[in-house]
T-cell receptor
Framework: EAQVTQNPRYLITVTGKKLTVTCSQN?????MSWYRQDPGLGLRQIYY???????DKGDVPEGYKVSRKEKRNFPLILESPSPNQTSLYFCASSDGQFNTGELFFGEGSRLTVL | GDSVTQMEGPVTLSEEAFLTINCTYTATGYPSLFWYVQYPGEGLQLLLK?????DKGSNKGFEATYRKETTSFHLEKGSVQVSDSAVYFC????????????FGDGTTLTVKP
């Protein structure tokens, strides 16, 4: 089954404790991206990757890091989480038809930073 | 930069009512336009899309037409069901910066029996 898998789905952590949210897709997509969803603000793009070893900032990259060492994986790293990073995070991937291709989303990771 | 403006919600309708959710956009390049739906507790999934002017996307009774002259992509359905209750997002991706995707704020639809 074609899917985007995120882990963990739920996480409660404390300020400053490094964490990684993993994302993996099994559709051989070149493009992957991370978003955060906050009430009243829709989805905002954090980082994206057009291909292996190629990453770029989205609209809200501050406080986040990413890496793309393999085509299928695109982890999101919070080096020193803060309460304003409490949010619902989505990973997505898309095939090579970049601006016309649909995004396939994971089920989301709800992060709470105390 | 690019932006998407959606009709503010929430929207509450009775079953079998007509639905319109407005979406307008600004884009620096030539956009492809999308509607995504998010059911409670789930990720977003594509509802329909249109990649050039005057194209009509359709799926599950929903329709939207890409109107370049009015920079709009309004979502419509003739007769909504309780199962259509969800959050709907309008989104775009352009040919000038295909890595960026821009979403509206989302419109929450509740359909009552």
């Amino acid at each position: 089954e074609a899917q985007v898998t995120q882990n963990p789905r739920y996480l409660i952590t404390v300020t400053g404790k490094k964490l990684t949210v993993t994302c993996s897709q099994n559709m051989n997509h070149e493009y992957m991206s991370w978003y955060r969803q906050d009430p009243g603000l829709g989805l905002r793009q954090i980082y994206y990757s057009m291909n292996v070893e190629v990453t770029d900032k989205g609209d809200v990259p501050e406080g986040y890091k990413v890496s793309r060492k393999e085509k299928r994986n695109f982890p999101l790293i919070l080096e020193s989480p803060s309460p304003n990073q409490t949010s619902l995070y989505f990973c997505a991937s898309s095939d090579g038809q970049f601006n016309t291709g649909e995004l396939f989303f994971g089920e989301g990771s709800r992060l709470t930073v105390l | 930069g690019d932006s998407v403006t959606q009709m503010e919600g929430p929207v509450t309708l009775s079953e079998e009512a007509f639905l319109t959710i407005n979406c307008t956009y600004t884009a620096t390049g030539y956009p492809s336009l999308f509607w995504y739906v998010q059911y409670p507790g789930e990720g977003l999934q594509l509802l329909l899309k249109a990649t050039k002017a005057d194209d009509k996307g359709s799926n599950k009774g929903f329709e939207a037409t890409y109107r370049k002259e009015t920079t709009s992509f309004h979502l419509e359905k003739g007769s909504v069901q309780v199962s259509d209750s969800a959050v709907y997002f309008c989104a775009l991706r352009t040919n000038t910066n295909a890595g960026k995707s821009t979403f509206g704020d989302g419109t929450t639809l509740t359909v009552k029996p």
